[in-house]
Each structure stands twice: as structure tokens, then as C-alpha cells.
């Protein structure tokens, strides 16, 4: 048995946290000890409007079991003041889970400029603004835990989704550089690709697979990353119906053409079956491990 995570004296910022997942990420912040800032505008899934009552019911539920939360009901894209909302009623932030987030699904050739627009603002900037806004203070405290949410639509791809999955393999790259940039600060932070019944997935998955998808299978990995008792940065975790799992990248040991003499697109093709060819592939962890293949691959013809 591990020992029992708590958040005693910590601060917590759950973005979208009015409904769906992110409430259930807040309770579960809240009945581990923390003290929450559960944000929320209270827009339609399509981003549209804006109702303070989701942020405020969260906060009656966790003020009901003898929890501390504060309401906040800024855009994500005003992510600054929801930074300053924690400071000023519990005077610090160690946690912040981007949650908000928003749908404009349309087939690329029907998109139009702004529900490309109002997908990024949301999920890109919003995420952007919030943790650019935190980073100083937990810079400052050499403390801080940063969870981005992603999605299988950014790292597999969805039909109806290229402004979504842009924006949440986008929040990857971002969790990918703040880990390296935030590591000697022990500023950790990870990404999730979760699956849960909410109000965005309702009549998108099959009735009875999305009762069994309840939100709260996907929150004790958002509190575990969140906790000082982790200690992995720079991960992507697929999650839901109780069920977690790590992705990584994977690239093929590739096919070598000699740099000096040139190659055509006809060596390419002869060579294709080897560049496609998962067979003892590699898992580059960094850039520099990337880059190993390659400079070895140049080093035979500089010999
Ligand atoms: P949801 O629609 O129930 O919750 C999203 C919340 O974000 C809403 O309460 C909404 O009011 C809030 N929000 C939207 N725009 C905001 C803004 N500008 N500022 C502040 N709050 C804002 O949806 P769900 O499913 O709980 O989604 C949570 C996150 O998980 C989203 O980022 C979503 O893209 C992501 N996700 C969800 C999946 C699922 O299976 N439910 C699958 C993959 C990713």
C-alpha cells in the first residue's frame, strides 16, 4: 500500500472545472486536502455564452463535505486573473490542471477561420496564458506540478477534429518543453489523453460503454500526477474507464544514404519498406537521442 496523498496547505487550480472532468478532478483535489480554485466561464461545449452558476455548484459540493474551494468564472484566456483569484484567497498555487476546453467539429473542407480561431484561443492560448501565469510563482517556490489535457484526436487524429487535434497534440509539444525547462525547479508536468462520459463525448460514444466511462476513472491519475509523490515529467498517459497507460514515441531504425554522392526520390522509394520498418525501433527520449541515429549515420562518411 502507498502512503496516502494529501495536499494539505496546497493550492489548487482546476481550469473547465464547472463540469464533466474537471469537476471531478476538483472533488477529488478537495477530498485529498487541497484547497481548489474550480474555474469555470460556463459556456456551451461550442464555446458559446457564459454562466456562473457551473464554477459556483462545484464549490457548494466541495464547501458540503467540509472541502476549500473558490469559485472563478474568467476565460482561460484571461488565464492570469485566474492565477491571481488563487492568491488572493489562499496565497500561493502548486498545482494547475488545464482542463477547459471546447468543440467546433467540422470536416476540413467546411472549416472556417473561426472555428479553427476559437478552438486554439481556448485550448492553446487559455492553457498557454494559465500556466504562463503560474510558472514564476512555482519557479519561486521550486515546487509545481502542471497537468495539460490532451487527446487520442491529436495523437491518433479524428475525422471532423484537425482544429482540435492541432490544439491538443500542440498542448503535447508545449508539456514536452516546460518539463525540460521546468525540471531544475521541480516543476513537473505531464499531459492525459483521457476518455469520459461528459456532456462533449454524450451521444458520440455507444450507451452503454459511455455509462461505464464515468469521469471520476479518470481523476486519481490528474490528483497522482498533481502530488509531490510524483516524480515522472514529460509524459502522456492515455486514461479512462479505470484503465491508465503511458505513450511514448517510436521511431524506425531508418534507411542511410551516403551524404556526399546525394540520393533521388527513386532511393527513397527503393529504401521505402526499411524507412517504414518498425523492427528494433528506437524510443528517443530527448533531442539528443533523437539526433544519435543521424550523426552516427554521418560519421561513416567522415571517417
Ligand atoms: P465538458 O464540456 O464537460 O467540460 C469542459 C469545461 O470547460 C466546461 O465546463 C466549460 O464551461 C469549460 N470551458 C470551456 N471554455 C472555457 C474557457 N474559455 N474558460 C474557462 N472554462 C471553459 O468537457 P469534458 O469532456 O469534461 O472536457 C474536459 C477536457 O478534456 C477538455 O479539454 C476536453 O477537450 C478534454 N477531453 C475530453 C475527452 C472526453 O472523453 N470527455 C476526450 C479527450 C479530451
Known amino acids: 500500500m502507498s502512503d496516502a496523498i494529501r495536499f494539505e496547505d496546497q493550492v489548487v487550480i482546476v ?18 486536502g487541497a484547497k481548489v480554485v474550480v474555474n469555470d466561464l460556463g459556456g456551451s461545449t461550442h464555446g458559446e455564452g457564459a454562466n456562473a452558476s457551473a464554477a459556483d455548484k462545484v464549490v457548494e459540493e466541495i464547501r458540503a463535505f467540509g472541502g476549500t474551494a473558490v469559485a472563478n468564472h474568467d476565460s482561460v484566456t484571461d488565464g492570469d486573473k485566474i492565477v491571481q483569484t488563487a492568491l488572493d484567497h489562499f496565497g500561493r498555487i502548486d ?3 488545464n482542463n477547459a476546453g471546447i468543440l467546433r467539429d467540422k470536416s476540413f473542407h467546411k472549416m472556417e477561420d473561426a472555428d479553427w480561431d476559437l478552438v486554439y484561443r481556448v485550448h492553446v492560448e487559455g492553457a498557454y496564458k494559465t500556466t504562463h501565469a503560474a510558472w514564476p510563482h512555482l519557479r519561486e517556490q521550486n515546487f509545481g506540478r502542471v497537468i495539460f489535457t490532451s487527446s487520442t484526436s491529436g495523437i491518433y487524429g479524428n475525422f471532423g477534429q484537425s482544429n482540435y487535434g492541432m490544439a491538443k497534440l500542440g498542448l503535447y509539444g508545449l508539456t514536452r518543453t516546460l518539463a525540460i525547462e521546468g525540471r531544475k525547479n521541480n516543476i513537473l508536468v505531464n499531459a492525459i489523453a483521457p476518455t ?33 509523490a510524483c516524480q515522472d515529467t514529460g509524459g502522456l498517459f492515455e486514461v479512462g474507464g479505470g484503465w491508465v497507460g503511458k505513450v511514448r514515441w517510436e521511431r524506425s531504425l531508418g534507411a542511410g544514404f551516403d551524404p556526399k554522392a546525394g540520393f533521388s526520390p527513386e532511393d527513397v522509394a527503393a529504401q521505402w519498406q526499411r524507412i517504414c520498418d518498425f523492427e528494433g525501433a528506437a524510443h528517443p527520449a530527448d533531442n539528443v537521442e533523437a539526433l544519435k541515429e543521424m550523426m552516427a549515420h554521418l560519421q561513416k562518411y567522415t571517417l
Open 15 to 32: 481550469t473547465g472545472a464547472g463540469g464533466g472532468l474537471g469537476r471531478a478532478h476538483a472533488l477529488l483535489f478537495a477530498r485529498q
Open 95 to 97: 498545482v494547475l490542471v
Open 196 to 228: 469520459g462520459a461528459t456532456r462533449m463525448t454524450e451521444g458520440l460514444i455507444p450507451p452503454q460503454v459511455f455509462e461505464q466511462l464515468k469521469p471520476e476513472l479518470v481523476s486519481p491519475l490528474v490528483v497522482y500526477l498533481g502530488s509531490a
